[in-house]
C-alpha cells in the first residue's frame, strides 16, 4: 500500500512570493492533517481538514490555508511569503476515526531567500 | 492535551533493548499515549498507541502503569537504524478532529 506522498520534495521561493504545496493521502483515509516543522519551534500543527471541510486549526495566520478534494488529495498554500516560513512541511493522514493514528509523509522542505 | 515529560537524549547497544521512558502525571481518563519516532530527514513515523493496557506490535512494546502516570516504549533488539528521535505524546480522543501535539522528544542514539 502506497505511503503519503508529497510534492515537491524542495522548494526555493523569494519573499514575498505564494506557494502550493500538494499532498496525496494513502487509499481510503479521509482525513489529512498539515504540520509546520522548524529547528527552534519543532512539530507545530497547522490545521486538518476531512471530507473537503477543515475540522481542525492550529494557531497560524491567515496567509496559511488549505484545501481538501473529493478524492481526499489535499492542498496547503502560504501566501505572501516571509524569512520565517522556511521549514520542513508535513502532511498526514489517518482513516479519520477517533483513535486512528495518522502517517506522515516525508514532506516538503520549503526555503525561503 | 495532557503534557509530556521525555529525557533529551539516550545512549543504547546495538542489539539490546531500548527503553524509552515518558512521564505524564496529568493525563485524564479518556486520553491516549501515542508514539512516533523521526529518522532524520524523514516524516514521523507511527509507532504503537494505548489507553491503559500493555500493548505490543511488530516494532514495539509499550507499557502503561497502572495509575498511567507515565508509560515506557520497548524496543526488544536495537539497531543502528532505531536511532531517531522518539516522540511520546498524550491526546484525547473522540475530541473532534485529529491534532498531535509533539514536544521536543528523547532523541536515541543506537551505538554498535
Known amino acids: 500500500k502506497a505511503g503519503v506522498t508529497q510534492t515537491p520534495r524542495y522548494l526555493i521561493k523569494t519573499r514575498g512570493q505564494q506557494v502550493t504545496l500538494s499532498c496525496s493521502p494513502i487509499s481510503g483515509h479521509r482525513s489529512v492533517s498539515w504540520y509546520q516543522q522548524t529547528p527552534g519551534q519543532g512539530l507545530q500543527f497547522l490545521f486538518e481538514?476531512?471530507?473537503?471541510?477543515?475540522?481542525n486549526k492550529g494557531n497560524f495566520p491567515g496567509r496559511f490555508s488549505g484545501r481538501q478534494f473529493s478524492n481526499s488529495r489535499s492542498e496547503m498554500n502560504v501566501s505572501t511569503l516571509e524569512l520565517g516560513d522556511s521549514a520542513l512541511y508535513l502532511c498526514?493522514?489517518?482513516?479519520?476515526?477517533?483513535?486512528?493514528?495518522?502517517?506522515f509523509g516525508d514532506g516538503t522542505r520549503l526555503s525561503i531567500l | 492535551d495532557a503534557k509530556t515529560t521525555q529525557p533529551p537524549s539516550m545512549d543504547c547497544a546495538e542489539g539490546r533493548a531500548a527503553n524509552l521512558p515518558c512521564n505524564h502525571s496529568?493525563?485524564?481518563?479518556?486520553?491516549?499515549v501515542y508514539w512516533y519516532r523521526q529518522i532524520h530527514s524523514q516524516g514521523p513515523q507511527y509507532i504503537i498507541h494505548g489507553l491503559k493496557n500493555n500493548e505490543t506490535n511488530e516494532m514495539a512494546s509499550l507499557i502503561i502503569t497502572e495509575d498511567r502516570k507515565s508509560s515506557t516504549l520497548i524496543l526488544p533488539h536495537a539497531t543502528l537504524r532505531d536511532t531517531a528521535v522518539y516522540y511520546c505524546?498524550?491526546?484525547?480522543?473522540?475530541?473532534?478532529?485529529?491534532?498531535?501535539?509533539f514536544g521536543a522528544g528523547t532523541i536515541l542514539r543506537v551505538k554498535s
Open positions: 505524546i498524550v491526546r484525547v480522543v473522540g475530541e473532534y478532529g485529529n491534532k498531535l501535539v
Open positions: 498526514a493522514s489517518s482513516l479519520g476515526g477517533e483513535y486512528q493514528p495518522q502517517h
Open positions: 496529568t493525563i485524564s481518563g479518556n486520553e491516549y
Open positions: 481538514y476531512f471530507s473537503e471541510t477543515q475540522r
